[in-house]
């Protein structure tokens, strides 16, 4: 019986390109809403065959800025998303928006779509740091985008933030932390400012225009937002994610713990039966793909399908479990990858224990000073598998399960 099923839908829209993002946005196609609409629709029926028999555990939509599409149109996806396989009685659909433009009768749509949780883009408290990240709101326009939600009946509210910018000092730091406390959000994402090749941000610190903190003062961010946030009584779960009990993410937990997940829109990534994927990117070559694929092809705008090898997988695997601060047990290892935890990768795990950055027993999990190094961890990992697996057969020839209902390989295209 194959297990429950995430599925994320990518919204790439956006009002104007951020200086930072690389991620899949574009600003000025808004015209093609509709379209794009109609498209989602038509590679969620397509998709049907991957969904048969299965329950679905979550929705995600991401972007870009979902909360800048039509309610309508996150309606009927919902509804047909429904009509493919049950959700599940407690399945979370969540939306990112953006507190700009959040107003509360769109809030009430997304309500009524079934939509039960937002995330909602803060970013700063601080109207200089909003600026310079390019967003287009101000911390008044999030508290209202939170007072509204509430008011929307949204009981599960995520407020996402970014600390290590160029000048940023740990004191307005702490002051965004403490109006984001001030909102009583269910939930805080806190991410680093990291700088992505080929962004505008990248090349003004390439020119010297700008300087990111250096890392010990991003470390005393880090620390201090554990600190303050554990004070106020939200339990971190992730390396940059704190929930008050029982509102932690479950479609982010979907992508931690190796859980199936299905990809709608354009450029989503998609997991299914440990092999990943993508969707052709642009939205417009998206869409096309989309009306002109043949009838039965279940991911018609496919565009790549990436299978690492074995360690690779592992290696993504054990990144990812130790994203969670639960970790995970060396049973649990062993059942997915049929090797013994200390055969394939013993000697990096005992070398950080030794450094204080991971703790073995009962469950292999990072200390507070190893959430600071995962990255660093993470490579050791995936360079001591690459090179004990080709003498751990299980390892090397184990190869993705393929659920029931899941058709197997498919050709790249587009
Ligand atoms: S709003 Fe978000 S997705 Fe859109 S450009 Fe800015 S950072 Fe990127």
């Not at 507190?99 to 009768?105: Q, R, W």
Request: aromatic residues 8%; charged residues 20%; proline residues 9%.
């Amino acid at each position: 019986m194959p297990g429950p099923l995430a599925v994320y839908v990518h919204i790439p829209f956006c009002t104007i390109k951020c200086g930072y993002c690389d991620f899949n946005a574009y600003a000025g196609l808004d015209a093609l809403k509709d379209a794009y609409a109609r498209a989602l629709l038509r590679e969620a029926e397509a998709a049907a065959p991957l969904l048969a028999g299965r329950t679905i555990s979550s929705v995600g939509f991401g972007g870009g800025t979902p909360g800048e599409f039509p309610a309508r149109h996150i309606a009927a996806l919902l509804d047909l998303l429904r009509s493919l396989a049950p959700f599940e009685p407690r399945a979370e659909v969540t939306l990112e928006v953006n507190p700009g433009t959040s107003s509360p009768p769109y809030l009430r749509d997304l309500r009524a779509a079934g939509v039960t949780r937002l995330s909602v883009g803060a970013q700063s408290f601080h109207p200089a740091e909003l600026a310079f990240l390019d967003r287009i709101h101000s911390p008044e326009a999030t508290a209202a985008a939170v007072a509204a939600a509430r008011d929307a009946g949204f009981e599960s509210l995520n407020l996402d933030l970014i600390y290590g910018l160029p000048g940023q000092s740990l004191e307005a730091w702490l002051a965004s932390l403490d109006a984001a406390l001030r909102l009583q959000a269910d939930h805080l994402s806190c991410y680093a400012l990291t700088v992505e090749e080929g962004t505008p941000l990248a090349r003004r610190i390439a020119r010297g225009q700008l300087r990111l903190p250096d890392s010990d003062l991003a470390a005393d961010m880090y620390d201090a937002a554990s600190d303050l946030l554990a004070a106020a009584g939200y339990r971190q779960y992730e390396l940059s994610n704190w929930a008050r009990p029982g509102h932690e993410s479950r479609h982010n937990i979907a992508y931690w713990t190796d859980r199936d997940y299905l990809a709608l829109g354009a450029g989503a990534h998609g997991y299914l039966g440990g092999e990943r994927y993508e969707n052709i990117a642009h939205p417009r070559d998206y869409i096309a793909a989309v009306e002109a694929a043949p009838p039965g092809q279940p991911r018609p705008a496919l565009a790549r399908i990436t299978t690492p090898p074995p360690p690779a997988q592992a290696a993504d695997w054990l990144a990812l479990r130790l994203r969670l601060l639960e970790g995970f047990s060396p049973a649990e290892f062993e059942r997915r990858w049929s090797e013994p935890l200390h055969e394939a990768v013993g000697s990096v795990l005992r070398e950080a224990a030794r450094a204080g950055l991971l703790e073995l027993t009962p469950r292999v999990r990072l200390t507070h000073r190893g959430r600071l190094l995962h990255g660093e961890i993470a490579a050791r990992l995936l360079a001591c598998l690459e090179e004990t697996a080709p003498r751990l057969p299980g390892l090397a020839a184990r190869a993705a399960p393929v659920p029931p209902g899941h058709p197997g390989p498919l050709s790249p295209s587009g």
